[in-house]
């Protein structure tokens, strides 16, 4: 796999990564803990705002399904 081009430092997105330091990939590739599928994570460093911000929505996503579907137990 071919790394991204390298942008300059002032062009650098702002959106910072969604990691929570609870990575765990489930049978469909999806992080537990952010929600990212490993794609996203692998494209996370070379993507820009627009792309950064559509991962990010996608994850919330997948977060707030995954939440509905396994509630913590109380």
Do not use: Y
Not at 33 to 61: P, Q, V
């Amino acid at each position: 796999m071919a790394l991204p081009p390298r942008r300059p430092i002032d062009e650098a997105p702002t959106l910072a990564s969604p990691c929570v330091r609870l990575c765990c990939l489930d049978d469909a590739d999806e992080c537990v803990g952010c929600g990212r599928t490993l794609e996203e994570i692998k494209a996370w460093h070379g993507a820009d705002e627009a792309e950064r911000s559509r991962i990010l929505g996608a994850a919330a996503a997948r977060r707030e399904t995954r939440a509905r579907r396994f509630p913590a137990s109380r």
